[in-house]
């Protein structure tokens, strides 16, 4: 390859990003129509017990944002959404990492998950129920599209935070290196 030929980036298709949002969505959308399914029938249960009273599926609609929060005219709720897959979408396709393209593509899927139920219902399906008890501590109702969003940001701030740090430690090795060598220069002993 001569030097004048421009780089060529895999084919979209061929992007990690793609096939992790679609697991992700996948993932999402199958859970939520499994738990709409097994609490949307008549006598069916208020909350199935998966660790004690710690984690429990329970059915519940979010017509709002995050956390039940009101952004306002529903519009609105649409608009934030679709901006964070677009910032998402153009992040992801301009990451050459593997690494970095898997994690937006788990955090698109998820806000792709949550998108289709707006669309489609309305509203967002929440089933995962975290509480302690012992604390009085009760975590908002949330799915597998809210914790994919979760993951994938936790994932990108590690992959900074690590590379920043091996960045930090290269800096100072070359400090370290220059420093030797300036002194090797001044005491030829």
């Not at 399914?37 to 004690?52: C, D, M």
């Not at 009101?70 to 901006?83: E, I, M, N, P």
């Not at 489609?120 to 012992?134: A, K, N, T």
Request: glycine share 10%; aromatic share 12%.
């Amino acid at each position: 390859m001569s030097n004048s030929e421009p780089v060529r980036s895999a084919p979209v298709l061929g992007r990690s990003f793609v096939w992790t949002s679609i697991l992700a969505l996948f993932a999402d959308q199958l859970t939520k129509n499994l738990v709409y399914g097994i609490f949307n029938r008549p006598a069916a249960p208020v909350s199935i017990p998966i660790i004690g009273d710690l984690l429990k599926i329970s059915y519940n609609t979010n017509p709002f944002g995050v956390f039940g929060i009101s952004f306002g005219a529903v519009w609105l709720h649409y608009l934030l959404q679709l901006t964070g897959i677009i910032l998402v979408l153009i992040l992801a396709l301009k990451t050459h990492s593997t690494y970095l393209g898997c994690a937006y593509g788990i955090i698109l899927g998820g806000a792709l998950g949550n998108l289709v139920d707006r669309v489609r219902l309305g509203h967002v399906i929440d089933f995962i129920d975290f509480e302690i008890r012992s604390l009085g501590f009760r975590w908002f109702t949330f799915n597998l599209a809210d914790t994919f969003v979760v993951i994938g940001v936790i994932l990108i701030l590690l992959y900074e935070f690590i590379g920043g740090l091996k960045s930090r430690k290269k800096k100072e090795q070359k400090n370290e290196n220059a420093c030797l060598s300036g002194q090797q220069l001044n005491n030829p002993d």
